[in-house]
């Protein structure tokens, strides 16, 4: 980048007007050199503070745990281990969230999002209002443990969902045939008339 991109000689005969008219291009062209620094060093700032909060803000880029092999689901669960335990104490929500939430999958993905959510909101590349949103939906979320907990842990007792709790095992082929159904019909219907004439 050139320190200056306006570099002419004013001619000896130039009238006033002319004059001003270079010295207002020279001041302006001055004005973008600063701003042009300006932002050079505003992204440098900007790589510095996210260089320096680089744990803080740190998220898995795996975090969907349908698709994790087991060494992602290892470091994953460490990670939200750790966050979790960090919500709980702070907010105290020993009483809404049971130590066994591990064993609840529902629980699972809905902490996993709100932790994915809390360290974006607070990240430098967040809006200034996403912590207030990511409070609404924690607030939101405590109200939908109790739906998910189906088997009802409290204080601290673990009940494992009973077998009528889950979808019998035939299931799969039901639902398939249930589908093929609907294809089948949809490929043998006839076609509604568009148009208004006869043939």
């Known amino acids: ?5 306006f570099l002419f000689d004013v001619p000896a005969e130039a009238s ?16 973008r050199v600063s701003v042009e620094r300006l932002a050079e060093a505003h992204v440098a700032l900007g790589e510095r503070v996210e260089a320096l909060n680089g744990d803080a803000a ?18 994953l669960w460490a990670w939200l281990i750790a966050w979790t335990r960090w919500l709980v ?23 996993t999002a709100l932790s994915v959510s809390w360290h974006h909101a607070y990240s430098g590349k967040a809006d200034p209002d996403a912590p207030l949103r990511w409070h609404e939906a924690l607030h939101r979320a405590r109200h939908r443990w109790q739906a998910w907990d189906s088997t009802r842990c409290r204080h601290g007792n673990h009940t494992p969902r009973s077998a009528d709790a889950v979808w019998s095992a035939p299931w799969p082929d039901d639902a398939e045939q249930a589908v093929t159904g609907d294809i089948e019909a949809r490929q043998h219907a006839v076609p509604a008339r568009t148009g208004g004439g006869t043939t």
């Open 16 to 31: 006033g007007e002319q004059r001003a008219i270079a010295e207002l291009a020279e001041l302006i062209d001055s004005l």
């Open 58 to 75: 740190w998220a898995p880029a795996g975090h969907c745990w349908r698709n994790v092999d087991a060494d992602a689901a290892r470091q």
């Open 89 to 111: 104490d702070r907010y105290g929500l020993a009483q809404d969230l049971g130590a066994c939430w591990p064993a609840h999958p529902a629980l699972v993905e809905e902490l």
């Open 1 to 5: 980048m050139t320190d200056r991109a």
